[in-house]
């Protein structure tokens, strides 16, 4: 399927033809697959063989999610980790090195401290704004480099043409997770990434309503990848791919009224006078500004803000009090989130010195005047405890 990004959003991934005329792809629930005869069993060479290995439903989204990050193929899995999990055990062996961005999601530190380490695979942590440095920790047992940009928490901008550079001239992996600015706005493949992965769980989906995860590469990488979902049975089920399909059919639409609405809060909050800093990549105040302004042609719905310390009762009166901020992990969906962050205890490589108490926030479909009067409310609290002992 070719065309712009909206027409591929609304046409790729479904075949009205081969439906019967229904417009979305139905869901194909179904483990069995029927052989017409012996020969046809012993060829294995008709579309579909059995219902682990995908059907038109998976298969849909996936065509999908290949046009948008110009990839060779992509491979759905049943969440965000289990693409991030698939997507290392298929560049890495017993022996190996993987350095992983210190900013980088926290179930993805937990995995390489744990079940890598148990593997014989030694996981290090850099500085996320490392960029082409990065050349001084490749040693001759590092097989991958493992990048979010940004982070999800601390919001840090790789310099990922930069890094690739310096991986591909070594013969080391490079894998992006992609979540926050999702293909529309960021394309790691094009500036040499091998993989690309997303939680779309977040934005894929937009509902909150399902899990998958997504993995893309290149021609080099999709022979491991593939393989590695295969032996480790990681497959998602029809119902959640339909709901994939639904949501990526308004990603578009969606990702321009967040952007604005996570834009225009950003910059009201960063003149609010009991805001310290706001941390958003968009921003020109954010320190890798230069290279979002190079790199991405649009922003997420996710940035942070700081406020100054405060007893716990403070940031409670603040958060408990909200009618239209949810407190939750998740982010992307059509509503509004917001979860107090603390960067110290999740890092290794750059200690996080900054004073006050980081939020992070997720903006969602709401009006934004409502939002910002849910906030003006909460902070209002929050400064009425800041200076009580």
């Not at 909150?208 to 480790?232: H, M, Q, Y």
């Not at 809060?265 to 105040?285: F, N």
Request: hydrophobic letters at 45%; a negative charge; aromatic letters at 8%.
């Amino acid at each position: 399927m070719t065309g712009r990004t909206e027409t591929l959003l609304t046409h790729a991934g479904r075949s009205p033809d081969e439906q019967w005329g229904f417009v979305n792809t139905p869901v194909f629930r179904g483990s069995t697959v029927l052989f017409k005869s012996l020969d046809a069993l012993e060829a294995a060479n008709q579309p579909y063989l059995y219902g682990r290995a995908g059907t038109p439903t998976t298969d849909g989204v996936e065509e999908i999610i290949t046009a948008l990050e110009g990839a060779h193929a992509t491979q759905i899995v049943p969440s965000g980790l289990a693409a991030i999990t698939v997507a290392l055990l298929s560049v890495l062996s017993s022996g190996d090195e993987v350095l992983i961005t210190d900013s980088a999601y926290e179930p993805v530190r937990q995995f390489a401290d744990g079940y890598l380490a148990r593997m014989g695979i030694t996981a290090k942590f850099y500085d996320p704004r490392i960029g082409a440095g990065i050349v001084d920790l490749i040693g001759p047992k590092t097989r991958a480099i493992f990048a979010e940009s940004p982070g999800s928490g601390t919001f840090e901008l790789q310099n990922i043409p930069a890094i690739a550079g310096v991986a591909q001239a070594r013969g080391v992996r490079l894998i992006v997770d992609n979540s926050w600015a999702s293909p529309l706005f960021f394309k790691p493949l094009a500036l040499g990434a091998d993989i690309v992965i997303h939680a779309g769980t977040k934005l894929f989906v937009g509902h909150s309503d399902a899990f998958v995860g997504t993995i893309s590469t290149n021609a080099e990488c999709w022979p491991a990848v593939a393989a590695t979902r295969k032996l480790l049975g990681f497959y998602t089920s029809p119902d959640e791919a339909f709901l994939t399909a639904r949501g990526l059919r308004t990603l578009s639409v969606r990702m321009k009224a967040h952007e604005a609405r996570a834009l225009e809060l950003a910059s009201w909050l960063e003149s609010h006078p009991l805001v310290k800093r706001v941390v958003h990549p968009a921003l020109p105040s954010h320190p890798d500004h230069a290279i979002f302004k190079r790199d991405y042609t649009g922003s997420g719905t996710l940035f942070g803000f700081l406020l100054p310390d405060a007893p716990r009762e403070a940031l409670a009166a603040f958060l408990d009090g909200l009618t239209l901020f949810g407190l939750g992990y998740s982010w992307g969906g059509y509503e509004s989130l917001i979860i107090p962050f603390t960067p110290g205890p999740r890092r290794t490589a750059v200690p996080w010195r900054e004073e006050g108490r980081l939020l992070r926030i997720h903006v969602g479909l709401e009006d934004i005047e409502d939002l910002k009067a849910d906030l003006e409310a909460g902070l209002a609290r929050y400064a009425e405890l800041v200076d009580r002992p």
